[in-house]
Structure formats: C-alpha cells, structure tokens
C-alpha cells in the first residue's frame, strides 16, 4: 500500500520550471519536447509567444511544469511591455528557471541585459543554463560560451542541447525531475496542458497566420475563440475571429480570392483535428478593430494583464 505521495520510486514530487530567454531562443520547442506534444506554437519569427503557457511533463515520479513565457527583450510598445512583464512573472513565480540562449549567438546584447536583471526579478531561484541550437555549431565553440556565461551568472549547471533535435533534452530533464520539491502532483497524469482548449484553437491559427504573413502584420493581429459548439456526430464547430488593425490589413488576410485565409484555415483544421483526435468544423472571420491593441478586454483573451503594459 503506499499513501498518496509515494510511488514505486520514491515520494512524488511536482513544481514549476520557467523558461526564460530571448524571443525566438527555442523555448517553445523545448517545452513541447519535454511535454511531448505541440502545445505551444513555434514559429521562425521572434515574439510568437505571447503569454504564459504551462505544459505538463512526468519525469519518474515527478511531475514538471513547464512555464513557456514570452521572450526577453527591451519593450517599446503596450503589448511587448505586457509580455515582458509576463515572463518575468513567469520567472519569479517558478521553484527553477532555465535560461535558454542561442549557441549561434552566444552572449548577445539581449542575453547580458537579462543577466543583468535576472538576480534581482528570480531572487534565490537556482537557474540552470540551456545553450540550444547545439546543432548550428561547432563543440569547440560551445566549451568558451559556457565558460563566458558562468563566469557572468552563477548557474547551477550548464547543458547544451538541441531542442528541435532532441540532443541534450533527456539529460535536463531528468535533472529538473530531480529536483522539483517533494509533493503530490498538481495535474492529472495524462494532462498535457492548462490552457482552454478555446486559447489552444486560438494560437494554432494564429501560429498558421504567423507563417505565411510578412513583416509587421502577425505583431498587429490576434486570434480568438468566439464559438465553440459540440455537435452530436462527435465533432465539433469552432468560430474564431481574427483581429487585425487596420483595413489595409483584412485584405492580406484574405488573401487574393480568399486563398490566404483558406489555407490558413484547411491548416489550423488539420492541427486542431489531430489534436483533438476528433473532426472539426473551423469558421474564420477577419474583424478590423483599429485600437485592438490598446484593447483591455484583447488582453485578457490572450492571458496578460493589461496593466503590465502601462
Ligand atoms: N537549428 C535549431 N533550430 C531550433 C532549435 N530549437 C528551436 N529552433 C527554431 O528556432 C525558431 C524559434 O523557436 P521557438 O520555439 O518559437 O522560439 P521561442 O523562444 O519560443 O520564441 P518566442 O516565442 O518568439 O519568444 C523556430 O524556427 C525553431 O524551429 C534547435 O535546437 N536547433
Ligand atoms: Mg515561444
């Protein structure tokens, strides 16, 4: 018999890992990696995460936690100083963070801004090092930006690894399991997420629109879940609208003849099917909503805090 903290192997143990860094550092990927499944979106541009999104990873008997945050880097406008402030709310708010640097890059600007503050907003966190994207480089080139890293922040340790590849993943993992605090686990054992599946359905389409639209646009669009209705044949029907914010913008969205949002919409179907493992009825409308941005109740939906922006 044994009492609801402990299993075979020991005592359960569960918490919190953020992982911090610069936007497009990967973190994304690596949380779907440990979790084993895409929850959150990835795309080849920066700032595609916008808001805290928790993924669930069982490592032994423990459960972890991971916290995707949006990227560091210097905000300029409302919506980045809310995504900043809601990575470091990340940050402060986990038992461990993993601060995730590019290998290619190395020790950036943007990196030594955010040692620079990390003290003070993890206060007595232990943060652990991710030096990803080992794939892009040489070895040789990673031994000196470890050595220059820890010499700028005390890390607990350092690991090198290729979340898109897989190398180095299982090392850090285990490592992390081992040190979650003791305790019963915080989700069930097969959940994966917490984020409404409304949210999930939401970024999906806005990670498809990311990938086809250029320059500025994805930054001044958002997508949300407006419907969702189970039908009785066991699929279900989901209307989303998309926000952009100016009108010049409906018509790219669209696309010539509808084809833009078509396919964007046959895409995010696809995804959201497999996903739910179940058929689905995908209704997009594009909204023009000039000041969405300045918009409390837009960021509420997205999961920040418009406050933060201020
Ligand atoms: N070569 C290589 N590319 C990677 C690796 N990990 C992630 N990437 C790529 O880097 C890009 C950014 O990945 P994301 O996971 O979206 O990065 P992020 O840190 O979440 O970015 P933001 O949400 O914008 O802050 C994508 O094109 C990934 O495919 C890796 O280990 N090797
Ligand atoms: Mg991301």
Same mark, same amino acid.
């Given at each position: 018999?044994?009492?609801?903290?402990?299993?075979?192997?020991?005592?359960?143990?569960?918490?919190?890992?953020?992982?911090?860094?610069?936007?497009?550092?990967?973190?994304?990927?690596?949380?779907?990696?440990?979790?084993?499944?895409?929850?959150?979106?990835?795309?080849?541009?920066?700032?595609?995460?916008?808001?805290?999104?928790?993924?669930?990873?069982?490592?032994?008997?423990?459960?972890?936690?991971?916290?995707?945050?949006?990227?560091?880097?210097?905000?300029?406008?409302?919506?980045?100083? $809310?995504?900043?402030?809601?990575?470091?709310?990340?940050?402060?708010?986990?038992?461990?963070?993993?601060?995730?640097?590019?290998?290619?890059?190395?020790?950036?600007?943007?990196?030594?801004?955010?040692?620079?503050?990390?003290?003070?907003?993890?206060?007595?966190?232990?943060?652990?090092?991710?030096?990803?994207?080992?794939?892009?480089?040489?070895?040789?080139?990673?031994?000196?930006?470890?050595?220059?890293?820890?010499?700028?922040?005390?890390?607990?340790?350092?690991?090198?690894?290729? $979340?898109?590849?897989?190398?180095?993943?299982?090392?850090?993992?285990?490592?992390?399991?081992?040190?979650?605090?003791?305790?019963?686990?915080?989700?069930?054992?097969?959940?994966?997420?917490?984020?409404?599946?409304?949210?999930?359905?939401?970024?999906?389409?806005?990670?498809?629109?990311?990938?086809?639209?250029?320059?500025?646009?994805?930054?001044?669009?958002?997508?949300?879940?407006? $419907?969702?209705?189970?039908?009785?044949?066991?699929?279900?029907?989901?209307?989303?609208?998309?926000?952009?914010?100016?009108?010049?913008?409906?018509?790219?969205?669209?696309?010539?003849?509808?084809?833009?949002?078509?396919?964007?919409?046959?895409?995010?179907?696809?995804?959201?099917?497999?996903?739910?493992?179940?058929?689905?009825?995908?209704?997009?409308?594009?909204?023009?909503?000039?000041?969405?941005?300045?918009?409390?109740?837009?960021?509420?939906?997205?999961?920040?805090?418009?406050?933060?922006?201020?």
């Amino acid at each position: 018999m044994t009492d609801e903290t402990e299993t075979r192997e020991g005592p359960t143990r569960a918490g919190f890992v953020a992982l911090i860094g610069e936007p497009n550092a990967g973190k994304s990927t690596l949380l779907n990696r440990m979790v084993g499944a895409k929850v959150s979106i990835v795309t080849h541009k920066v700032q595609t995460t916008r808001a805290r999104i928790r993924g669930v990873a069982m490592e032994g008997s423990s459960q972890i936690v991971f916290v995707d945050t949006p990227g560091l880097f210097r905000p300029r406008r409302r919506l980045d100083r $809310a995504m900043v402030a809601a990575a470091w709310g990340g940050a402060a708010d986990a038992d461990l963070v993993v601060l995730l640097i590019e290998a290619h890059r190395g020790m950036t600007e943007g990196v030594k801004a955010i040692l620079d503050s990390l003290r003070e907003k993890v206060g007595g966190r232990p943060v652990a090092l991710a030096i990803n994207k080992i794939d892009r480089v040489k070895a040789e080139a990673l031994l000196a930006l470890s050595k220059e890293m820890n010499e700028a922040f005390p890390f607990e340790r350092t690991f090198m690894i290729s $979340a898109e590849r897989g190398h180095g993943t299982k090392d850090l993992k285990e490592w992390l399991g081992e040190r979650m605090p003791e305790g019963p686990w915080l989700y069930p054992e097969d959940q994966l997420a917490d984020l409404p599946m409304r949210m999930i359905a939401a970024e999906m389409t806005r990670e498809k629109l990311t990938l086809r639209l250029h320059q500025e646009l994805p930054y001044e669009l958002t997508v949300e879940t407006e $419907a969702w209705e189970e039908r009785k044949d066991g699929s279900a029907r989901v209307d989303q609208i998309i926000y952009v914010a100016r009108e010049g913008h409906r018509g790219i969205v669209l696309g010539k003849g509808g084809e833009t949002i078509k396919a964007v919409g046959q895409a995010a179907r696809a995804e959201l099917e497999e996903f739910m493992g179940r058929k689905v009825h995908l209704f997009l409308t594009v909204k023009v909503k000039e000041n969405w941005l300045e918009d409390p109740e837009r960021y509420g939906e997205m999961g920040l805090d418009y406050r933060d922006g201020a």
